[in-house]
Nanobody, 127 residues
Framework: QVQLVESGGGLVQPGGSLRLSCAASGFTLNNHDIGWFRQAPGKEREGVSC????????YYSDSVKGRFTISRDNAKNTVYLQMDSLRPDDTAVYYC????????????????????WGQGTQVNVSS
């Protein structure tokens, strides 16, 4: 059974950090492009960070550049999103995705080529 399972969400104060994990089963992440997306109430799902497997090219949205870091551990078949200097406007449900996409921008901006989605994990940034 193919699954992506996110974990690591929760409540954090502004300026704090969280590390989200996304564990894959039923398929291998090391031959897929990966992405983290988020959706706040009343807003469209947006790409936060994506990485293509072929050359490691990585994309970050302007709103998270310099604060978030995407990584993968192929041995654990897991993807991570390290989130630092969190702000209240980072509050959202965060989803991971596995894809086959022509470019990292096509994946993160257009959600092109997504094959699998996780169920999401809630992140709340509040004092």
């Amino acid at each position: 059974q193919v699954q992506l399972v996110e974990s690591g969400g929760g409540l954090v104060q502004p300026g704090g950090s969280l590390r989200l994990s996304c564990a894959a089963s039923g398929f291998t992440l090391n031959n897929h492009d990966i992405g983290w997306f988020r959706q706040a109430p009343g807003k469209e799902r947006e790409g936060v960070s994506c990485q293509v497997y072929s050359d490691g090219n990585t994309y970050y949205s302007d709103s998270v550049k310099g604060r978030f870091t995407i990584s993968r551990d192929n041995a654990k078949n897991t993807v991570y999103l390290q989130m630092d200097s969190l702000r209240p406007d980072d509050t959202a449900v965060y989803y991971c995705a596995a894809a086959i996409s022509p470019t990292v921008q096509a994946l993160c901006v257009k959600r092109f080529g997504v094959r699998y989605w996780g169920q999401g994990t809630q992140v709340n940034v509040s004092s």
